[in-house]
């Protein structure tokens, strides 16, 4: 019996992990130009609330409501529209005085959501106002240790990928690898690079303003760092400073990930090697040879001494 009631103890959990772990594979692994988050209704805020998942008081707030003409699973549904679907259920005979309560609870929800989402909607428009434009980068395909390289970026309202391409190439001869891709841009952008076993030193503000005729420009330079990886990693990030309510707010455009080789020198990676292996190095080498040594000049001491007797 212990183990029946153990079983069925187990396997409720167990179904609610796998479904976390499904709403998770499922979800986008980057988010779009948009925060991510979806409007919220007032059928939400009734559903989160505890108790009145699965009551009937749902059920009679919608039936007023649609007397008055209002949706509740509208988005915009706001405090005034909810205090209309309570007058109308407080004239219903058949609504009790402890059901108004249990609804009047949500009211915080209600006013909490409709400010999300009217910010919501104030995102999406501000992002939507932004323009088109395009943007070329470089790095170097590969590096040597302790060595730098330069890095730009370039962002123009109005040139396309191939000619600011021309641009990167044109200021800097070992550019390397040059891409460009199209985004949007709002008037104040901010450009950001860091890498994984690489030193990057900022030449120039981060945030810069962009204007309609202008290009805007970034400079790095890039030194690689000793490691045993032959390989490392750079991370560049835009964001686009947008307004909402009269405040400047940054909202990520594009991440792109790059991948550099990196040339270490044979005395760096010997260095390495003893450094990452030195236990092995004097359990399987150096104890043994030391040991054999000691051998041998025990054996020579023996005979020395047997000599002399």
């Known amino acids: 019996m212990k183990r029946i009631t153990t079983a069925f103890t187990i396997i409720p959990g167990v179904v609610i992990l796998l479904t976390m772990m499904s709403c998770r594979a ?41 007397r008055k003409g209002i949706n509740i699973k ?32 949500v009211r915080p929800e209600v006013a909490a959501n409709n400010a999300e989402n009217v910010e919501q909607s104030a995102v999406d428009k501000a992002i939507a106002q ?37 641009d990167i190439l044109q200021a800097n001869k070992e550019a390397g690898v040059v891409e460009g891709h199209s985004i949007k841009w709002s008037p104040f952008m901010e450009a950001d690079l860091v890498g994984d076993g690489l030193s990057v030193t900022k030449i120039g503000p981060s945030m810069q303003a ?20 032959d390989t490392r990693k750079l991370h560049l990030t835009l964001n686009a400073l947008i307004t909402i309510d009269g405040k400047d707010r940054p909202t990520a455009v594009r991440v792109f990930d790059d991948t550099i080789k990196v040339n270490n020198p044979l005395p760096t990676r010997i260095r390495h090697f003893f450094s990452g292996n030195w236990q092995w190095i004097v359990t399987t080498l150096l104890l043994p040879l030391f040991g054999w040594i000691g051998k041998k000049l025990f054996k020579k001491r023996r005979a020395r001494h047997q000599v002399r007797n």
């Open 210 to 229: 962009v204007s309609g005729t202008t290009d805007a420009t970034w400079n790095w330079s890039i030194k690689a760092l000793e490691s045993d990886e």
């Open 26 to 66: 499922g979800s986008p692994s980057h988010p779009s130009m948009s925060s991510g988050h979806s409007h919220k209704s007032l059928l939400d805020a009734f559903q989160q609330k505890p108790g009145m998942a699965d009551s009937d008081l749902i059920g009679k707030f919608d039936a007023a409501a649609k």
């Open 130 to 166: 932004m323009q088109n434009g395009n943007i070329a980068f470089n790095h170097p395909a590969e590096i040597d240790t302790g060595h730098t390289a330069d890095v730009a970026l370039i962002l123009s309202p109005n040139k396309t990928i191939d000619a600011i391409k021309a």
């Open 74 to 105: 509208d988005p915009k549904f706001d405090l005034k529209a909810f205090d209309h679907v309570i007058d109308a259920m407080s004239k219903d005979k058949g609504t009790k005085a402890d059901d108004l309560s249990k609804i009047q609870a």
